[in-house]
């Protein structure tokens, strides 16, 4: 199981610090995503962690500006988001343990439900 918290209301160049915390999963071993779903659209990519987090990969919006990390003692993965935007409102979801075909994920085994940002003045 996966319980996302830290989303709440927060002003333009704010931050926001995102949790998903994990029970019967260990997430060290767990290649894991950030997804988000703004309103109106559908669902968007933001952040693989890999289990060799080095390699980890931002979406092109994300990068320099949002960071995805673990806390292993904690079995707790964290998406800290910094200079937010107006754009960046949506519902924010990790999901753990891709499901590929021919190398690309297409759904993930394990999903949060999600936590709610806004960023409005």
């Known amino acids: 199981q996966l319980v996302n918290s830290g989303g709440e209301l927060v002003q333009p160049g704010g931050s926001l610090r995102l949790s998903c915390a994990a029970s019967?999963?260990?997430?060290?071993?767990?290649?894991m995503s950030w997804l988000r779903q703004a309103p109106g659209k559908g669902l968007e990519w933001v952040v693989g962690?890999?289990?060799?987090?080095?390699?980890?990969t931002y979406a092109d919006f994300a990068k320099d500006r949002f960071t995805a990390y673990r806390d292993n003692a904690k079995n707790t993965l964290y998406l800290q988001m910094t200079g937010l935007k107006t754009e960046d409102t949506g519902m924010y979801y990790c999901?753990?343990?891709?499901?590929?075909?021919?190398?690309?994920?297409?759904?993930?085994?394990?999903w949060g439900q999600g936590t709610q940002v806004t960023v409005s003045s």
């Open positions: 019967g999963l260990t997430l060290s071993n767990t290649d």
């Open positions: 962690i890999p289990v060799a987090e080095t390699i980890t």
């Open positions: 999901a753990a343990e891709p499901l590929t075909i021919d190398g690309l994920p297409y759904d993930y085994a394990y």
